[in-house]
């Protein structure tokens, strides 16, 4: 899961990660409406990053990113412009078997699968793969098989000979996995990057793999120099009837690197050349620019928006003595104004939709409610008359956040708003690092901080676990509320082991209802991405999750 504070939300998150369905579909939300695509042409993405890494055991791209291009895994996401993520097999015929009771997940692979060499892909290929994200030194993947397969815990990667025997390949087509626990969710994990063949026989220089991979993918490694440029050329022996998740319409891609965000979106305004060719996939449109590209429609119709994104909440310090009474803190979900909050973020369009719940739109189990229902710009004379039937007067809270102008406006917004009901908020801006280590600490001396998050696969699970699990409070942890209830932890383990998706979805709503009972937080906005596209590019728009553009079904118009 990702914490994303919104003034760097493309860098802690996904910087080349993309989201676009429907290879023929004629309106793009946020986006104007669309030619066809069509296969052929080099699409162009402008990235800011100046090092990229295809290496499955160090990413921790989402299942739409550039890095599946070039790698299949045992699952993938299909994504549209207003329905949740779809888990669809891609290198599996479906998307796993679980036996006994949640604990035993087995797949079987597609016949006939190549990589671009023409050789075959084998189970075995899937299962060093997985192995060598084990090794310490290609660690900072993302890593939630690691601590749920037998044995991972003392594992540390197949270098000096070691197997992990809870990863079994019976034979060439079948791979098994043995899980510590029940665990539902088990496949959107194998969508990872790290669930992505590799042929022992290939990995002779581990630290360099990632600069060219073997390709599974519609795509393979062309050429690549850091902090310019990486190219990619169509994979000769990628079979788009075997692969449900990628169109592979571009006969070519090539990341343009190590630009400056102002440099990206200047270019995409401007559509010349190679850049009517060309998105961003990381670089959101902010704030100042928003005049400039609602002022033209030309432009304006090239910009994808996200319908929903990233949870930004205020959390509350449910241990400090001031916020310990649940109706203070019911108080303060009415006292918030979360329309200035909206504003200070660039506006309902491209800041986003007032939240109330915790599980975001697009991910299953999300379920539109209020408990707290009041007017955008909230109801203070209610908080003043809850405070009072509390007995709380004079209540002075401390506010710690980043210190960057947005997350600034953010936090004066929330600060002006409680102040209308009588609280007296002190705001205490901090650098990032300090912030986090405050705030995810183990001696939290603040009262209030706001924070956003993005679940890393589409899964309720994401929404909750991490943010109000007791055992992720403090070491580290983002339960930065401190909230503790022993019925919700009772309900988080029973959701995360329901092998039923639809089962799970409707059990993590009643959490999501449950937590939101004791007011640990208070839901902010939806927070939107809006990213521009030159003209020529089609099939490009955010989805509900992840509020990210799709290079994996991307087209251009001649």
Same mark, same amino acid.
């Given at each position: 899961m990702k914490r994303i504070t919104r003034a760097v939300a493309v860098a802690a998150a996904l910087a080349l990660a993309v989201a676009a369905c429907n290879a023929n579909n004629q309106s793009t939300p946020g986006g104007g409406t669309t030619a066809a695509a069509e296969a052929g042409g080099t699409f162009h993405v402008l990235s800011t990053s100046k090092e990229i890494s295809l290496d499955p055991a160090k990413s921790q791209n989402l299942g739409t990113s550039t890095i599946h291009l070039v790698l299949r895994g045992l699952t993938s996401w299909k994504t549209s412009p207003d329905k949740a993520a779809e888990l669809v097999p891609d290198l599996a015929t479906d998307t796993g078997q679980v036996t006994d009771g949640g604990k035993t997940w087995t797949y079987e692979l597609k016949p006939g699968l190549k990589y671009a060499d023409g050789s075959p892909i084998v189970a075995a290929d899937i299962k060093y793969g997985i192995e060598r994200s084990f090794a310490p030194e290609l660690s900072g993947g993302l890593g939630y098989h690691k601590s749920l397969l037998v044995g991972g815990d003392k594992y540390s990667g197949p270098y000096k000979g070691a197997q992990l025997a809870s990863v079994e390949t019976p034979d060439d087509s079948t791979i098994v996995f043995r899980l510590n626990k029940p665990f539902g969710d088990w496949p959107w994990v194998v969508s990872m990057p790290a669930f992505s063949p590799v042929p022992k026989a290939a990995d002779k220089d581990p630290a360099h793999y990632g600069e060219d991979p073997v390709a599974s993918g519609p795509y393979q490694v062309k050429s690549y120099a850091p902090g310019s440029k990486l190219e990619l050329e169509r994979n000769p022996n990628w079979d788009k009837a075997t692969?449900?998740?990628?169109?592979?319409?571009?006969?070519?891609?090539?990341?343009?690197?190590?630009?400056?965000? +102002?440099?990206?979106?200047?270019?995409?305004?401007?559509?010349?050349?190679?850049?009517?060719?060309?998105?961003?996939? @990381?670089?959101?449109?902010?704030?100042?620019?928003?005049?400039?590209?609602?002022?033209?429609?030309?432009?304006?119709?090239?910009?994808? *928006?996200?319908?929903?994104?990233?949870?930004?909440?205020?959390?509350?310090? /449910?241990?400090?003595?001031?916020?310990?009474?649940?109706?203070?803190?019911?108080?303060?979900?009415?006292?918030?104004?979360?329309?200035?909050?909206?504003?200070?973020? &660039? &506006?309902?369009?491209?800041? @986003?939709?007032?939240?109330?719940?915790?599980?975001?739109? @697009?991910?299953?189990?999300?379920?539109?409610?209020?408990?707290?229902?009041?007017?955008?710009?909230? +109801?203070?004379?209610?908080?003043?008359?809850?405070?009072?039937?509390? &007995?709380?007067?004079?209540?002075?809270?401390?506010?710690?956040?980043?210190?960057?102008?947005?997350?600034?406006?953010?936090?004066?917004?929330?600060?002006?708003?409680?102040?209308?009901?009588?609280?007296?908020? !002190?705001?205490?801006?901090?650098?990032?690092?300090?912030?986090?280590?405050?705030? /995810?600490?183990?001696?939290?001396?603040?009262?209030?901080?706001?924070?956003?998050?993005?679940? +890393?696969?589409?899964?309720?699970?994401?929404?909750?676990?991490?943010?109000?699990?007791?055992?992720?409070?403090?070491? &580290?942890?983002?339960?930065?509320?401190?909230?503790?209830?022993?019925?919700?932890?009772?309900?988080?383990?029973?959701?995360?082991?329901?092998?039923?998706? !639809? *089962?799970?979805?409707?059990?993590? /709503?009643?959490?999501?209802?449950?937590?939101?009972?004791? !007011?640990?937080?208070?839901?902010?906005?939806?927070?939107?991405?809006?990213?521009?596209?030159?003209?020529?590019?089609?099939?490009?728009?955010?989805?509900?999750?992840?509020?990210?553009?799709?290079?994996?079904?991307?087209?251009? !118009?001649?």
């Open positions: 692969d449900e998740a990628r169109t592979g319409l571009p006969d070519a891609i090539v990341l343009d690197m190590g630009l400056q965000p +102002d440099v990206v979106n200047q270019r995409l305004i401007a559509d010349a050349g190679d850049d009517k060719f060309a998105a961003s996939t @990381g670089v959101s449109v902010p704030a100042a620019l928003i005049p400039t590209v609602t002022g033209n429609p030309a432009v304006k119709s090239r910009v994808a *928006t996200s319908p929903s994104g990233a949870l930004q909440y205020l959390a509350m310090n /449910t241990k400090r003595p001031a916020l310990a009474n649940p109706e203070v803190r019911k108080a303060i979900q009415y006292a918030v104004d979360k329309q200035a909050v909206q504003v200070a973020e &660039g &506006g309902p369009e491209y800041g @986003g939709e007032i939240a109330t719940t915790l599980i975001t739109p @697009g991910i299953e189990g999300y379920e539109k409610y209020d408990l707290y229902p009041a007017p955008p710009q909230g +109801d203070p004379e209610k908080a003043k008359s809850m405070l009072a039937a509390a &007995g709380v007067s004079n209540l002075n809270l401390v506010m710690v956040a980043e210190n960057l102008p947005t997350n600034l406006a953010v936090a004066q917004a929330i600060q002006q708003g409680l102040k209308r009901a009588g609280i007296t908020v !002190s705001i205490r801006p901090l650098d990032y690092e300090p912030l986090t280590d405050l705030v /995810t600490g183990n001696k939290p001396d603040f009262d209030l901080t706001v924070s956003s998050w993005l679940p +890393d696969f589409p899964s309720a699970l994401g929404n909750i676990q991490p943010l109000f699990a007791s055992s992720e409070a403090g070491n &580290g942890g983002y339960n930065m509320s401190r909230y503790s209830n022993p019925a919700v932890d009772t309900a988080i383990a029973a959701a995360t082991a329901e092998p039923d998706r !639809s *089962t799970a979805a409707g059990q993590w /709503t009643a959490i999501d209802k449950q937590i939101m009972a004791d !007011s640990p937080v208070v839901p902010l906005i939806y927070a939107r991405n809006a990213f521009l596209h030159g003209s020529k590019v089609q099939n490009f728009f955010l989805p509900p999750y992840p509020p990210y553009p799709n290079v994996l079904t991307v087209g251009l !118009s001649r």
